[in-house]
C-alpha cells in the first residue's frame, strides 16, 4: 500500500511540476503543443475534469482550466495567446485530417 501512496504522491508532484513548466513557458501556444504532442492546457483540463467525474468528483470545466492555466482562461488568452498561423492551422487540418481517416 505504500507503494501505491508513493507513485500517487510522485505522479501528484510530476503533475504539479508540468504545469509550473507550461506556466514558465506561455510563449509556447496551445496549437503549437498539439502539432507537436497531439495535446495541450485544455486537453490537461479536461483530463482532470473527467478524473474527477470518475471519482464522483464534479469539476467544472473553467475550475479545470483555471487550475491548468493559473488563472482564469479569458485573462490568459488575452495576455498570451496568440492568433494561429496559417502554417499552424493548415498543420493542425492535416493531422486532424489524418486521424479521421484512420479512424
Not at 501556444?29 to 473527467?50: G, H, T, V
Not at 482550466?65 to 492568433?83: A, T
Request: proline share 2%; aromatic share 10%.
Amino acid at each position: 500500500m505504500a507503494k501505491l501512496e508513493s507513485n500517487i504522491e510522485l505522479e501528484a508532484a510530476a503533475f504539479r511540476r508540468l504545469l509550473a513548466h507550461l506556466d514558465e513557458r506561455k510563449d509556447v501556444q496551445n496549437i503549437e503543443l498539439m502539432n507537436l504532442a497531439d495535446f495541450c492546457r485544455n486537453c490537461l483540463s479536461k483530463w482532470y475534469k473527467a478524473a474527477g467525474e470518475e471519482r464522483g468528483i464534479e469539476i467544472e470545466y473553467e475550475d479545470a482550466r483555471e487550475l491548468v492555466y493559473g488563472m482564469p482562461y479569458s485573462e490568459w488568452k488575452e495576455k498570451y495567446q496568440q492568433k494561429a498561423t496559417p502554417e499552424q492551422l493548415a498543420r493542425f487540418n492535416e493531422i486532424e485530417a489524418a486521424k479521421n481517416k484512420a479512424d
